[in-house]
């Protein structure tokens, strides 16, 4: 598609899932905090430090607390640090600063620096040995924070410690510069952001039994970018031992930019900001502001400059081929996408006629547009916007998706789902200008069930309450056990030899057979579009 049209749908991404939206040693049992040391229920002894939360919501909170040092001054660009231990009460009944970060068509939200902190929702009263998810949120790598989702009725209907997390973002989180490279031990550079979840992972292996929960019941969970981050996870060695199940929702392994890719944005973004000597030091000097809207050339017509990076160490290989070769971090996993993934990507897009589509088409796919167009006629489709929706979520997520559960499932067990509400609450406009259908992100408040902060929108009642509480179901026992089966209708591990798809929908939660058909997976496998 023409590169406008690429770069509406890439900003339509960051703001979607915005608005749904490593240093210290490995843990052992012998580091666990002691959950019985204080009388007072909302008074927690972390290892760092005594915390105070609060209940709301029928649940224990505890907000902001502070699970690696403020990543500021010569901090910035650097793996994250053990947080100085405090002796003073923390207050942990507000929710820490979000990551600096950038809003849609580059207009910078300054935030603060001193930004990695999580949340934790327990039940009330307190209980021990619980399992816990801990919660990374999507946001194109560019957007997002923890504090947008509520823990709260899933920890209090799913018996579970539910944690949320901050991690850096943009070029703060994702910079490679050789400049870098040559202050790492390891001589990289450029995965700050995994870095960081890394470190909020083993934060909870240290401190998460004195909240109730179990360290060795730990599942990794996220939405898009999050989701993305969790493939990653399971792919660096760093990660082992930090989590024993995972959570991928709409999140296609996406191909991590090589490092000399990455490297070279990084040179692009140190000479926007004027920087050529002492690159590292000239770059920790400039103010928030300067280094959020510094953009490398190709940033609007390009691929994404702010991705994670397989450094050859903390990401030592591409996904696939780590999972092809069962060279990875092996855990159950729940692996899914929404049917229409991609409606809400082109919400932004430029209108086309009928007349611009198949010109389109031949300029994005040029060899293979016949194909395309052949598997996506816009006689099948109400608008051809719509047909560009189909083409994009196929191409990007439906496909990519359900190809990690091939590669995963014959090393262990992965349990595929569709998630096909085509009626799912619109949070981000009561009037969408087309039927958004199941739609990129639009899963997540049937996971949370919390209301979303949008004026419009209504909690899920009736047929769409009860999916709720049944993908609650889902979740919380594959989050307990490793396997969702413990409820009704059941789901078993997915397996490519039959190819069948749990399908979630209101009142017709049941297998479909043709997931690969209706979203053309024969045709997007044979090309190189993602």
């Known amino acids: ?25 490995a843990p052992t049992n012998a580091h666990a905090a002691d959950s019985t040391s204080s009388p007072d229920p909302l008074l927690v002894k972390t290892q760092d430090g005594p915390v105070q939360g609060m209940v709301k919501d029928g649940v224990r909170q505890f ?15 650097k793996a994250p640090q053990p947080h100085p231990a405090w002796t003073a009460t ?33 039940p009330n009263p307190a209980m021990s040995g619980l399992p816990v998810m801990v919660w990374i949120h999507g946001g194109s790598f560019l957007l997002g924070t923890g504090a947008t989702y509520d823990g709260s009725e ?29 202050e790492n031990p390891d001589h990289v550079s450029g995965d700050y952001g995994l870095m960081d979840q890394q470190a909020a992972l083993r934060w909870v292996q240290r401190n998460i039994s004195a909240f109730g929960g179990d360290p060795g019941k730990v599942t990794a969970a996220g939405e898009s970018a999050g ?35 990455a490297e070279t944005h990084g040179d692009e973004f140190a000479a926007k900001l ?46 696939a081929e780590a999972f092809k070769s069962g060279n990875f971090n ?30 389109s088409i031949r300029a994005r796919f040029g060899k293979n547009a016949d194909a395309v167009l052949a598997a996506y006629p816009l006689s099948n489709y109400a608008s051809p916007v719509l047909a560009g929706a189909a083409i994009f979520g196929d191409a990007i997520f439906s496909c990519p998706v359900r190809k990690a559960s091939q590669l995963l499932s014959a090393q262990g067990p992965a349990f595929e789902y569709e998630f096909n509400d085509r009626n799912a609450p619109n949070i981000f406009t009561p009037n969408p200008p087309f039927p958004m259908g199941a739609y990129h992100g639009s899963e997540i408040q049937y996971v949370f069930q919390t209301k979303t902060r949008a004026p419009w929108s209504q909690p899920l009642a009736g047929g769409q309450l009860k999916l709720s509480d049944q993908m609650m179901r889902y979740w919380s026992s594959f989050i307990a056990s490793g396997d969702p089966d413990g409820t009704s209708p059941p789901w078993t591990p997915y397996k490519a030899s039959d190819d069948k798809i749990l399908s979630l929908a209101p009142g017709a939660i049941s297998y479909e057979s043709d997931f690969a058909k209706q979203h053309h997976c024969d045709l997007w496998e044979s090309l190189t579009f993602h």
């Open 90 to 122: 923390l207050d942990a009944s507000h929710f820490g600063d979000e990551c600096p970060q950038i809003l849609p068509f580059g207009r910078g939200r300054p935030n603060s620096e001193d930004c990695l902190s999580l949340n934790i929702y327990t």
């Open 274 to 319: 004027g920087c050529a000597a002492d690159v590292p030091a000239c770059l920790r000097s400039k103010p928030i502001g300067d280094v959020l809207n510094a953009l490398p050339a190709n940033a609007l017509s390009g691929p994404p400059v702010w991705n994670p990076v397989m450094d050859g160490h903390l990401v030592p290989k591409q996904p």
């Open 154 to 182: 899933l920890a209090s209907k799913g018996k579970l410690v539910v944690v949320t997390i901050n991690y850096r973002l943009g070029a703060l989180g994702f910079l490679a510069l050789k400049g870098l490279d040559a």
């Open 1 to 25: 598609m023409p590169k406008r049209i690429a770069y509406a749908m890439r900003v339509a991404a960051i703001a979607v899932c915005c608005a749904i939206a490593s240093h210290v040693s």
């Open 63 to 77: 907000l902001g607390i502070p699970y690696a040092a403020p990543p500021v001054g010569n901090l910035r660009w």
């Open 227 to 261: 989701a993305i981050s969790i493939c990653l996870q399971l792919v660096s060695p760093a990660a082992a031992g930090l989590f024993q199940r995972a959570i991928l929702e709409s999140g296609p392994c996406l191909r991590p930019r090589p490092l000399a890719e």
């Open 330 to 359: 092996k855990v159950p996993v729940i692996n899914g996408s929404n049917h229409d993934e991609g409606t809400l990507f082109v919400w932004f897009a430029p209108p086309m006629s009928a007349d611009q589509y198949a010109p």
